[in-house]
């Protein structure tokens, strides 16, 4: 036993003894500027609290949506598989790192054979029988050149790169389910409108219809009013195309139908406190708060561990293989006096000649860090446009919507004028009806300007790292 004790000892000096061959790992240099540009810059980027720092229910502040995100985390397909997969890696990386440590097995064997007397030594044969048992280890590596450590190393990186994949969807899920949650709201504004005004359009074709009949008008009106009557008629159509489209993508991302209750109604409209207002900060900080960058810094250090295994293959490998135990030729007397029994086993295998594959593994292992380096820093590259964008719009979607809102007023009165205008004979049919197109484009025109600043706020929030909690539990 004293024996066994110091193998193992001996063992895992020599274990903690061992280098590593792996190239020290070196965050890449940001391949973005230090700066947003200048055009679309906030003045006061750095003041407030960072989107990652808030939660997704303290940044949407509608109830019916927040229940909605909150269905989407639950039951959300993608994200499950997310959330598995975070599950799969992490058993992947306990078996690779298993490979550290000796496996120790417990066996009991026996065996009984027949020896010719023409084969025995000495001529003479006969029936033998043996027992065995006691404890080994097999084929346990040294590792002095890091290679098992490495490929534990990256087996971790790969655990963690899918734990920030997880959050990444639950990121871009929360953004998706406001996403269409806020398109299902425009989509009701504008099949209420166009329902409005096909009403009214309805109205105003009969009306044109009696008029020809008692010929106080032209066939030239009257095919205006029907033209702009089928108008609205498609308007009502495709918005309720358009609606169904939008809630059956909100299906999907909340995994289950979704509740009437639930559903914004055409009577509801966007509240500007709904969403809350964030700094930008600097484009280094969305190296901490994106995960999908985190996640491909944790891919790439994987590689640069899989450097150091490649490069372990050059070196020698030492293996052991042992038992300890007792050993008899009657099951009875196996655990008798003197029945003890013990093999050692040390193997050490040298790399000679192999035809040139450490050195292709070594080459393929350099160039698929270097792949993984090129996606790190095109993720920080789309990682900064997103937010660019973003920021652009939120430097011209809040002004423009003004600008849409006051033409629509001013359209609005400019109809109502031609209308009065209309009726006491001062002003052509064609004039009024031409006021009653850019009505209705105009209304049409804000309500989807203010779909697109809204959303472009959730982009904003999505690309700057925010939309992400814990589980709860």
Not at 112 to 119: A, Y
Not at 306 to 323: D, E, K, Q
Request: aromatic share 6%.
């Amino acid at each position: 036993m004293n024996t066994v004790v110091k193998q193992l000892s001996g063992l895992l000096v020599a274990l903690l003894a061992g280098c590593s061959l792996a190239p020290t790992y070196e965050r890449p240099a940001l391949p973005v500027a230090g700066e947003w540009p200048a055009a679309v810059a906030p003045q006061h980027a750095d003041e407030g609290p960072s989107a990652r720092s808030v939660p997704w229910q303290s940044f949407f502040r509608d109830e019916q949506l927040k229940q909605l995100i909150g269905m989407a985390l639950e039951h959300n397909r993608d994200l499950r598989v997310a959330t598995l997969n975070i599950e799969r890696a992490r058993a992947l990386y306990q078996v690779q790192s298993a490979d550290r440590l000796p496996s120790v097995n417990a066996g009991l064997s026996g065996a009984r054979q027949r020896v010719p007397d023409l084969v025995a030594p000495g001529g003479r044969g006969g029936l033998t029988t043996s027992y065995t048992a006691g404890l080994g280890v097999t084929a346990f590596e040294l590792d002095l050149f890091g290679r098992v450590r490495n490929l534990s190393g990256a087996a971790l990186e790969r655990f963690a790169a899918t734990e920030e994949g997880q959050r990444a969807a639950q990121i871009s899920l929360v953004a998706q389910v406001a996403f269409s949650y806020e398109a299902v709201l425009a989509d009701e504004q504008l099949l209420a409108l166009a329902r409005q005004t096909l009403d009214s359009r309805s109205a105003s074709h009969q009306r044109q219809t009696l008029l020809r009949a008692s010929g106080a008008n032209s066939d030239y009106d009257l095919r205006q009013s029907e033209s702009l009557l089928e108008a609205a008629k498609i308007a009502v159509l495709q918005a309720q195309r358009q609606r169904a489209l939008d809630e059956n993508a909100l299906v999907v991302l909340i995994g289950r139908p979704v509740p009437a209750a639930l559903l914004p109604g055409p009577d509801k409209r966007w509240d500007g406190e709904a969403i809350a207002a964030l700094p930008a900060g600097l484009p280094s900080d969305l190296l901490t708060a994106r995960p999908d960058i985190r996640q491909q810094e944790s891919l790439l250090r994987a590689a640069n561990a899989n450097i150091g295994v490649a490069r372990a293959a050059f070196f020698p490998r030492i293996s052991l293989t042992g038992a300890f135990g007792s050993s008899s030729d009657a099951l009875s007397g196996l655990f008798d006096s003197g029945s003890r029994a013990w093999n050692f086993l040390p193997q050490v295998t040298l790399p000679i000649f192999d035809g040139g594959r450490n050195r292709a593994n070594l080459g393929a292992a350099v160039a698929e860090r270097d792949i993984a380096v090129a996606q790190y820093e095109k993720t920080v590259q789309v990682a900064f446009r997103e937010v660019a964008d973003a920021l652009a719009g939120h430097a011209t979607l809040g002004e423009e919507l003004q600008a849409v809102r006051a033409q629509e007023q001013a359209e609005q009165a400019r109809h109502d004028l031609a209308r009065l205008r209309y009726d006491s004979g001062e002003a052509s049919y064609l004039e009024y009806l031409d006021a009653q197109r850019a009505l209705f484009a105009a209304q049409q025109q804000a309500i989807r300007a203010g779909l697109a600043e809204l959303q472009n706020r959730i982009a904003l929030y999505k690309s700057l790292g925010g939309g992400w909690s814990a589980p709860q539990g």
